[in-house]
Structure formats: structure tokens, C-alpha cells
């Protein structure tokens, strides 16, 4: 017991230092119209876009075949960040997949890659810097941290990387490809396909080159691989942590019937496939068809319409009213349909002629669209919502030993607008809309359990302010 209790008090003064540092109708567009405003064009198959969130207000945006390409938010000029064409084989669904930057890049210039090796297609999850001397380019040198084999089929690679609020790294893994997952991967907690894997990338454990998280579902003798999280995917090919809530919200892409959405992701959970399909049962497995065992979509669609395909996007968090906060933003690849869900309903944003690869978001919480075809665009509201709005928050981070009131102040035009929201219970604040400079009240109630800090998060004009109690 000593020994565990240790253990648990190393993990959360890591987790500390790191947060410091059913067919659904699709109802009539909301009443905030949108415009997509173009931003890169020109591009090859790009598949992802973000920010670095270093405070450079950067956009990096993946290309298939193996380039990922840097430009500023809002301005002109594009320049190459890193290129590893020769490592990667590409077209279908397999290419550089996926990216995502260090909790502490703006320090340690680490980022990682997911991406289908090219002698075999096993998909790699690799570790790369910045260049010390160019913050436009990265350095050469890899450092592979999982290689999971992918054999027999091109298809289901999954591809998305995130780091949470606890500092660790989620990484979704499709099922391993061709109909109904004949391996049975994703019910299988002995293989890492059709997973959602979480990892510790500070550390490295018994010559892995990653750590495992204590909390994990499956670690040490318990019956499953250590690095899953959650289990019964067939392809979650994008998914997203609300930046206010922590919560992660995946979109698994269907079969022949349904796609599906699945929020929260609870440690260890089961989500059905390949016994459902969405909320169906798809009869593969039909004795194995028992609700009570598997946890379902917080909602799904059918393939009415031409719909075939959902790629999963982000809770909109922006400062300058894009869209309505809180609302989770997704898309369709084959009718290039925009949605929203909120509120208990699905909603038609948009319809575009795009293949919609992806959706993205840069560092002050605005949400791109990303097209197959070679375009890159910012969601913005018709007639209003510009990208000129800048804030300047201070300070990021507070370390509290008791109950306190601590103020956050916000630097910006007199006419930008903004918002503040509380993701935990024990952090509360006065007002939440707000314009032009101003000081917020953080109100952080006493900690009756002190032996173990507590972190909480608020979303200040679009950026994360992690408040540390001990």
C-alpha cells in the first residue's frame, strides 16, 4: 500500500508540473451563419491542421505523402517544417496521419508524428524537435516510440495524436482493416488495433521508450495490453480534447450503416465495435449483443443523404464568436456537410464541396476545415468574427495552498470580445462575457483532500489557465 501511495503522489506531482508549465434529424442551418474563409490552398492531400500552442500564433498543416508545412495564423508565407517522404508509404488511408506538439514545446521543441511505415505499413509513432536555431524547421533526427504491425490490410490505420490535460499522449488506432474486423482486434485487449492508447512520452519504462500511466486500465497483471485506455473502436480516425472541459470528445468512422460520436471516453471502457455498429447490433456477434456490457454513442447518424464517412472536430472555444461556445463542430467527408451538436442536436451548418479530411484548431481556439483537395479554411461568422483580435493573458498558470480569490487579467482592443469558463466545480468566476481589457475574479474554493494536489483549468479569452492546488 505504501508503495502504491507513492506512486500516486510521484504521478500527481508530474500531472502538476506538467498542467503548469438512433437516426437523429438534421435540422435547418443555426440561426449564426458561417463563411469559410480561404487560408492555404494549393496544398497536396493535406490531412490535418493545428497550432503549436507556443503563443506564436502559427499553423502547421500535415501533408499525406510526408511534409508538414508552417505558415503564420492570418498572413502569407508557407515554409517547410519537416519532410519525411522517404520514410513514410502513402495514398488510401495510410501517409503521415497525425501531430501533436508538447505540452512544454515552447521549451523542449519536441513533437510527434503517427504515420504507415513504408517497407511494411506498420504505423509508427515517432518523436521529432524543432530546430534550436530556425523555430520554422525541424530537426532531422527520429526517435520511434511505439511501432504496432498492420498487417494484411491498407485500410483502418486511425491516425490521430493529443496530448490531455494530464499531459499524456492519446493516441487512436484503427481495428486493422477489410469488413467487420474478422481479427476481432478491437475486442481483443491483447493487441493495440482498434484502441485508444494513452502514454507517459517524459519517461521510459522497462526498455520501452514511453512510460505507462498508473491509471491505466490494464497495467501490470491485469488481463490486457498496458498502453490501451479504451477499447472497441473500428477507426478513430480524429478526435479532440475540449480545451474549457478536458473532455475528449472521438468520432469512430462506421461501416455500412452508422457513425458515431462517443463522449466522455471513460478508463477502460468498451465502445462496441465490432458487436455494434454505432447503436446496432451488427450480428457478427450477435450472442455477444448485450447493451449492459459496452457503452454507446452519445449520438450516431445514418448513411441517408450520401452520408458515409464522419470526420470528428473540436468544441468550439474561440474568443471572437466564430460559432456558439460549446458547441461540437464536425463534418462528413462524402457530402462535405459542416454539423454542430449542441444542445441535444444535431444541426446542418453548412454544406461545402469539400472532401473534409479534417478539422483543426489553432492556438486561440478558432476551428479550420480541412479539404482533401488542397485547401486549408477558418470557420468564421458571416458579416462579423474577424481573426484581429489578439489577447494577451496573464498569468497561465496559479499555485494555490488554500481557498482564494485570484485574478486573471486579459489585454486586448477596446472593441474584441471574450469569454471566461470554469472546466472544474471548485474554480468558479464573476461574469463570463466580457469586452475589451479587464481583470477576471477566480473564486477557488478549500481543498479538504491535501495530501493529493488538484488541478483545475479555466478558458480564458480562448487560452488555458491551469490553476495548481495543493
Not at 61 to 87: C, H, N, W, Y
Not at 277 to 302: H, I, M, Q, S
Not at 379 to 394: F, P, R
Request: hydrophobic share 40%; charged share 15%; glycine share 14%.
Amino acid at each position: 500500500m505504501k508503495d502504491v501511495l507513492a506512486r500516486a503522489r510521484a504521478s500527481n506531482c508530474r500531472i502538476a508540473s506538467l498542467a503548469i508549465a438512433g437516426v437523429l434529424a438534421f435540422h435547418a442551418p443555426a440561426t449564426a451563419q458561417i463563411q469559410l474563409v480561404p487560408v492555404a490552398s494549393g496544398l497536396a492531400s493535406p490531412l490535418f491542421v493545428t497550432g503549436a500552442h507556443d503563443g506564436t500564433r502559427r499553423l502547421f498543416i500535415v501533408e499525406q505523402a510526408g511534409v508538414i508545412r508552417v505558415m503564420p495564423v492570418g498572413g502569407s508565407g508557407m515554409a517547410t517544417f519537416l519532410d519525411i517522404r522517404s520514410k513514410i508509404r502513402s495514398g488510401g488511408e495510410q501517409g503521415l496521419l497525425g501531430l501533436a506538439f508538447h505540452p512544454f514545446y515552447s521549451s523542449n521543441r519536441r513533437f510527434f508524428v503517427y504515420y504507415t511505415r513504408a517497407a511494411d505499413g506498420a504505423i509508427v509513432v515517432a518523436e521529432y524537435q524543432a530546430s534550436a536555431g530556425n523555430r520554422d524547421a525541424a530537426d532531422a533526427a527520429e526517435r520511434s516510440l511505439l511501432i504496432i504491425p498492420h498487417p494484411t490490410n491498407t485500410n483502418h490505420n486511425g491516425g490521430m495524436l493529443a496530448f490531455g490535460s494530464d499531459g499524456y499522449l492519446y493516441i487512436g488506432v484503427g481495428d486493422g482493416g477489410s469488413g467487420n474486423d474478422p481479427p476481432n482486434n478491437a475486442q481483443n485487449k491483447e493487441v493495440l488495433l482498434g484502441k485508444i492508447l494513452r502514454l507517459d512520452v517524459d519517461a521510459r519504462v522497462g526498455g520501452l521508450e514511453y512510460g505507462i500511466p498508473i491509471s491505466n486500465p490494464f497495467i501490470g497483471g491485469i488481463a490486457g495490453r498496458d498502453e490501451i485506455f479504451a477499447y472497441g473502436m473500428r477507426n478513430p480516425w480524429r478526435f479532440s480534447f475540449d480545451r474549457a472541459t478536458a473532455q475528449l470528445w472521438v468520432a469512430d468512422v462506421g461501416q455500412g450503416a452508422r457513425e458515431e460520436v462517443n463522449t466522455p471516453i471513460v478508463n477502460g471502457g468498451n465502445y462496441g465495435w465490432r458487436i455494434y455498429e454505432g447503436t446496432a447490433c451488427t450480428n457478427t456477434d450477435r450472442a455477444l449483443c448485450t447493451p449492459a456490457n459496452y457503452l454507446f454513442p452519445t449520438f450516431d447518424y445514418t448513411h441517408a443523404g450520401g452520408r458515409c464517412s464522419i470526420t470528428g472536430g473540436y468544441v468550439y472555444r474561440g474568443t471572437i464568436g466564430s460559432l456558439p461556445t460549446g458547441a461540437y463542430v464536425y463534418g462528413d467527408y462524402c457530402t462535405g456537410e459542416i454539423f454542430t451538436w449542441s444542445g441535444g442536436e444535431q444541426r446542418l451548418l453548412l454544406d461545402t464541396t469539400f472532401a473534409i479530411s479534417s478539422f483543426g484548431e489553432d492556438d486561440a481556439g478558432e476551428i479550420y476545415v480541412v479539404d482533401l483537395n488542397g485547401r486549408v479554411s477558418r470557420i468564421a461568422a458571416s458579416g462579423g468574427g474577424t481573426a484581429e483580435c489578439q489577447y494577451d493573458v496573464a498569468p497561465v498558470a496559479l499555485v494555490r495552498r488554500a481557498g482564494a480569490t485570484l485574478t486573471v487579467s486579459v489585454s486586448t482592443a477596446a472593441g474584441c470580445s471574450w469569454t471566461v469558463t470554469s472546466g472544474s466545480e471548485w474554480v468558479s468566476v464573476a461574469g463570463d462575457s466580457h469586452r475589451g481589457s479587464g481583470v477576471v475574479s477566480v473564486v477557488v474554493a478549500s481543498h479538504p483532500g491535501w495530501l493529493i494536489p488538484r488541478i483545475g483549468v479555466l478558458t480564458v479569452a480562448g487560452k488555458p489557465v491551469v490553476i495548481l492546488q495543493f
